[in-house]
C-alpha cells in the first residue's frame, strides 16, 4: 500500500467484570496465509543474525534491495509484512501500561537476531507493507519482528 493509505482500525471491548493481573491478549488474523511457500522462504537467516551478512539479500525476493540505497535490513516478505498491532487499553478512562516482555522466545532473541544487527532501508520504499522498525534498536531487542518472523505452521 501507499505511504497515504489510511490503514487504521478501532474496535472497543467492554470488560463485563474485573480481571485479575496478569492479563494476556490472543487474536488471530483471518485470510492470512503466513505458511505459503513463497513467503516462508522470503528471508535471509544470516542476515538477521550477523552484522557481516547486512549485504546478503540471497532469498528475500522481492523485498530484497531498495532501489540505490542497497540491501533492506531485515529483507524479504515475512519482514516486510511485519502486521503493526498497535493496541490501547483503559479502564474507567485511565490508560493501562500494556508489556511486551516475555513475548519472544528467549532462544529466538539469541540465536536467530543478532544484537549488532540494526534495520536499514525498511519500509522507505515506495510501498509500505507493515509495520516500521527503530533504527536505532538491533534486530534482537525487536521483538513484534521477532514474534512475526516465526511463521505459522497451520493456515
Known sequence: ??????????????VPKPMKAPVYIY?????????????VKSRNDKQLRFKDSADSTKGCD???????????VPCGLIAWSLFNDTY???????????????IAWESDQRHKFGSD???????SGP???GAKLNSSIPLSEQVDLIVWM?????P
Open 117 to 123: 544487527v540494526y534495520p536499514k532501508n525498511f519500509q
Open 27 to 39: 487474536y488471530q488474523l483471518d485470510n492470512f496465509y503466513q505458511n505459503h511457500r513463497r513467503y
Open 62 to 72: 522481492p523485498e530484497a534491495t531498495l532501489n540505490n540505497s542497497g540491501p533492506i
Open 1 to 14: 500500500e501507499s505511504n497515504s493509505t489510511n490503514k487504521t482500525c478501532s474496535t472497543s471491548l467492554m
Open 88 to 102: 490501547k487499553f483503559s479502564v474507567n478512562s485511565k490508560s493501562v501500561e500494556v508489556s511486551k516482555k516475555g
Open 150 to 154: 516465526r511463521t505459522a505452521a497451520l
Open 127 to 129: 510501498f509500505i507493507g
